[in-house]
């Protein structure tokens, strides 16, 4: 296994470890702060990934994940959260799926990837954070590559690329509302007949609903 000179011997600043935290908490966390840090540590590593995009690239960062690093739950009533470097020297020993998220958000972070970091309730509170990178979902945690578990409501972050650099954009979405999209591309991939005027009905109806999801998760 080759090395990595930016996953060398892990600072302590690369290990956080929450008690008594909140998953809105965790996730501003993450997003805001932690993955923009993180970012420098996994710039070797993402050349590897350079020749590859779309599904090929989701798929050999995820079969890279697998192959190389262990998955274990944090210690009950605690969150531990690593930064790359501590990912990797803890790599056999198992890390979280925060753990997962924050070493993959780096890599397409350097390889300029537009790419949403997504929180999931189960029923039972925040219970499981991961990538996803267009409609690929991008979890080492799954032993599906591409898969993802039926939930009750999301919390997203996007990261977008542009001439300025990374843009982040936080959104809550619901199992319903996913499902409307779903099926609006399920109605448009069948080539099912609409007139001009149902199309725009259809996308009325995502904007609204858009624009509704986006004000209550700003509220």
């Not at 020749?51 to 190389?68: D, M, N, P, T």
């Not at 998955?71 to 930064?83: M, V």
């Not at 650099?165 to 109605?187: A, M, Y």
Request: charged content about 25%.
């Amino acid at each position: 296994m080759r090395t990595f000179p930016n996953l060398t011997e892990p600072k302590k600043t690369d290990f956080i470890e929450l008690i008594n935290y909140s998953g809105d908490d965790t996730f501003n966390l993450i997003t805001q702060n932690l993955i923009p840090k993180s970012i420098e540590q996994t710039t070797a590593l993402s050349n590897q990934f350079k020749l590859y995009s779309g599904v090929v690239l989701c798929q050999k960062i995820y079969e890279f994940c697998r192959a190389y690093i262990n998955y274990r739950f944090d210690k009950e009533g605690t969150e531990q959260i690593r930064l790359p470097r501590r990912t990797w020297s803890d790599r056999q020993k198992g890390v979280d799926c925060e753990d997962f998220t924050i070493f993959i958000s780096s890599i397409l972070h350097n390889l300029k990837v537009n790419h949403t970091i997504k929180m999931v309730d189960f029923g039972q509170g925040w219970q499981h954070i991961y990538v996803v990178v267009s409609d690929i979902v991008l979890d080492p945690v799954q032993d599906k590559f591409n898969y993802e578990d039926t939930y009750e409501i999301a919390r997203e972050y996007d990261y977008k690329f542009s001439q300025l650099g990374s843009l982040g954009r936080s959104l809550s979405i619901t199992s319903s509302e996913k499902q409307f999209v779903q099926q609006v591309q399920l109605e448009l991939e069948r080539n099912e007949k609409h007139n001009k005027r149902s199309i725009e009905n259809l996308l009325v109806n995502l904007e609204s609903r858009t624009k509704r999801i986006s004000k209550n998760s700003q509220n």
